[in-house]
């Protein structure tokens, strides 16, 4: 079991690997469900708007932040693009 100082620690290294993420994105995508039934489109976003939803969701979620299923859900493909289901 973690300490809190390695745990916060942890939590610093998990962030740093998504903002890196955006950072080296060139286009920002996002899904956007139309239907409710998976039935959407990807629109082109900024990073900018990508990272500050990002930091409100780790304010919001501080000690139950998945970290594990944010990375699967922020893609940064090889392209460079950035695409967040």
């Known amino acids: 079991m973690f300490n809190k100082k390695e745990s ?5 290294q998990d962030e740093r690997e998504v903002r890196e993420k955006i950072k ?6 996002v899904w956007c469900m139309l239907d409710g ?6 629109f082109k976003t900024t990073k900018s708007d990508v990272w ?3 930091r ?3 304010r919001n979620n501080k000690e139950n932040t998945d970290y594990e299923n944010l990375n699967n859900t ?12």
């Open 56 to 58: 409100k969701y780790f």
């Open 8 to 12: 916060r620690n942890n939590m610093k």
């Open 37 to 42: 039934v998976d039935v959407g489109e990807y």
């Open 52 to 54: 500050f939803y990002v």
């Open 74 to 85: 922020i893609v940064l493909r090889e392209d460079g693009d950035l695409y967040v289901n």
């Open 24 to 29: 080296k994105a060139n286009n920002c995508f």
